[in-house]
């Protein structure tokens, strides 16, 4: 079977670099905001191209301090999409602050400028007034920041960019992450940039901002074991950090992967049933997934599943639609009709660095014959 990701090829990819990491990490005898942490935050910095990154425990902490480092939480409301990770909108519940679910764009399933603007305009009576927008960069696919930028600005709510799925894309040739007030980012291990167990990090712009998210990951600590307010605990170990070193010098390469296995699966769904991703003009996608589109999806999941091919669905239920949420969190104006028709027909093919070609042949050999 070639499964849809496998996060162990990629530690077995880099075992020796790895292993020495955590040999490093392990001999020093600090695990805790300790030198691995603070140089890994500073090699994701330059990388980014932001002023300052801020390690955490993992991706959903990462947005829940970054609204919180914003100063939003109880008695405002978040703005972002239903077709995104459940963490996205728990993080929002985590700060305080109260979600509210828009459309996405069909072609690309990133928010959709048009349904953000009628949220922006008209929100539905009785939530509080709208702080934020959290933009989530999908599948690896750069949202249209062209658009919700200038939006955001126009209106004077703060962006944050879940780079989540989206480590490394590019739009306009500058990388997602530094367009925003704030960049979140999850380490979790099928990511483009994974650890070997949970991290997250928020990026910034502002030295001070910076400082105050540092200062809310643990316990609102500006001084030792005295909390100026109220924090968490979320800090990213060492252990991990170290291996993020490692495997941070290999991700352009391992995204350059990525597109090359996207651009032959693409030639091999020419004319067929299942919908290639289409790539935003001026971005430059990493595909965190290859998600397909078709009509026919379970029929299809069911003959690549038969010739040993592994696939997903990201994501089967739209937020709103789920038990915890539905009725309870509001979607925004005109509700999220393409959302829900998206859940019904996408198909995430196998998809990670460390597919070898004749892998992809078997995979591109299966898609011809649908």
């Not at 090829?9 to 020093?28: E, F, N, T």
Request: hydrophobic share 45%; aromatic share 6%.
């Amino acid at each position: 079977m070639i499964p849809q990701a496998n996060p162990g090829a990629g530690y077995q990819a880099l075992k020796p670099a790895i292993d020495a990491a955590v040999a490093r990490a392990l001999a020093s005898g600090w695990y805790i905001l300790g030198n691995e942490g603070q140089a890994f935050e500073a090699e994701f910095a330059a990388w980014l191209g932001a002023a300052a990154v801020v390690g955490c425990g993992n991706g959903t902490d990462a947005i829940a301090l970054a609204l919180r480092g914003l100063g939003i939480g109880a008695g405002h409301t978040v703005v972002t999409v239903s077709h995104t990770a459940v963490a996205t909108v728990a993080a929002i519940e985590m700060a305080g602050a109260t979600p509210l679910l828009v459309d996405i764009d069909p072609v690309h399933y990133t928010i959709d400028p048009d349904a953000l603007r009628r949220a922006l305009e008209q929100p539905p009576p009785g939530l509080p007034p709208v702080a934020a927008v959290v933009a989530v960069h999908l599948y690896g696919q750069p949202v249209d920041l062209d658009c919700i930028v200038p939006l955001c600005r126009a209106h004077g709510v703060a962006l944050i960019e879940d780079c989540a799925q989206a480590h490394g894309a590019r739009l306009h040739g500058q990388r997602v992450g530094t367009f925003g007030d704030a960049a979140t980012f999850s380490f979790y291990p099928t990511k483009n940039l994974g650890a070997l167990g949970d991290g997250g990090a928020v990026a910034v712009a502002d030295a001070g901002l910076a400082a105050r998210i540092a200062a809310l990951r643990q316990y609102g600590w500006h001084r030792h074991y005295i909390s100026d307010e109220a924090g968490v605990n979320s800090r990213l170990d060492e252990v991990q950090a170290a291996i993020l070193r490692v495997k941070l010098a290999h991700l352009d390469s391992q995204n350059a992967r990525r597109r090359a296995i996207a651009s032959a699966y693409g030639a091999a769904l020419a004319d067929g049933p299942l919908a290639a991703p289409q790539i935003r003009a001026g971005a430059e996608p990493v595909f965190h997934l290859y998600v397909t589109r078709t009509p026919q999806r379970d029929a299809i999941q069911a003959l690549l599943r038969e010739k040993a091919i592994g696939t997903g669905i990201h994501y089967p239920v739209p937020v709103h639609r789920q038990p915890a949420y539905q009725g309870r969190v509001a979607p925004g104006p005109g509700g999220c009709p393409e959302t829900e028709a998206a859940a019904r027909e996408i198909l995430s093919l196998p998809l990670y660095p460390e597919l070898t070609d004749d892998e992809v042949a078997t995979v591109c050999e299966a898609l011809r014959g649908l």
